[in-house]
């Protein structure tokens, strides 16, 4: 069964930081993988989405990777803002029954 | 505006009561999927749909039923609500499965007494 983990739970960082949030998954047959943001109150938006192909996506500030053979998935996100503060979610799903597959995410505040 | 609705936002019923949680796209996607979330548990599929008329368990689906026969509406049944289904809930939306990212509906907070 998959089990995707994300590490760390929160993060406290002052401004202007640059910063890595970590993803891993157990089973690698995965269609994609995905990042989003939550805001409190908020649904979920979408970051960025990796293919199974792919190694890494870019979003203006923000940079996700993918190693899909050793199940790791990273989102850098450079000079972070005190607007980057939300709880940070990976996704992938999965090849064989389009199940998507959530970690419990990164709460993230940057500190002015 | 490209959104995903959900209807009601909050709702606080009674064990046993059915209820609908609806749900509308109007970017004409053809994958719709419902989640729900709890503290320490994070999010989880309870069914998704890829195209009208085919739905298909997720990883957490006892307790409730889905119907797509519409494109652009996919509600969420619980035909006999009880206190462990009290969770937040999401439907979400892609083009289709896979290449597209999801787009998150606000999310309806539902509590069962």
């Known amino acids: 069964k998959q089990e995707v983990t994300q590490i760390p739970a929160a993060l406290s960082v002052p401004e202007g930081e640059n910063l890595v949030l970590n993803c891993s998954f157990t089973?690698?047959?995965?269609?994609?993988l995905q990042w989003f943001r939550q805001d409190p109150g908020k649904g979920l938006t979408s970051l960025l989405l990796?293919?199974?192909?792919?190694r890494e996506q870019t979003s203006g500030r923000l940079n996700a990777s993918l190693d899909k053979s050793s199940g790791r998935s990273t989102l850098y996100i450079a000079a972070s803002q005190p607007g980057d503060s939300a709880t940070y979610l990976c996704?992938?799903?999965?090849?064989?029954?389009?199940?998507?597959?959530f970690g419990s995410g990164t709460r993230l505040l940057v500190r002015p | 505006e490209a959104q995903v609705t959900q209807n009601p936002r909050y709702l606080i019923t009674v064990t046993g009561k059915k209820l609908t949680v609806t749900c509308s796209q109007n970017m004409n996607h053809e994958y719709m999927s419902w989640y729900r979330q709890d503290p320490g548990l994070g999010l989880r599929q309870i069914y998704y749909?890829?195209?009208?008329?085919?739905?298909d368990k997720g990883d957490v689906p006892e307790g409730y039923k889905v119907s797509r026969k519409e494109k652009r509406n996919f509600p969420l049944i619980l035909e006999s609500p009880s206190p462990n289904q009290t969770s937040l809930y999401f439907c979400?939306?892609?083009?289709?499965?896979?290449?597209?990212?999801?787009?998150f509906g606000d999310g309806t907070r539902l509590s069962i007494l």
């Open positions: 996704a992938v799903l999965m090849d064989s029954s389009y199940k998507l597959i």
């Open positions: 990796i293919q199974s192909s792919q």
């Open positions: 749909s890829m195209n009208v008329e085919v739905t």
């Open positions: 979400a939306s892609s083009l289709r499965s896979g290449y597209q990212p999801q787009h």
């Open positions: 089973d690698s047959a995965i269609y994609n």
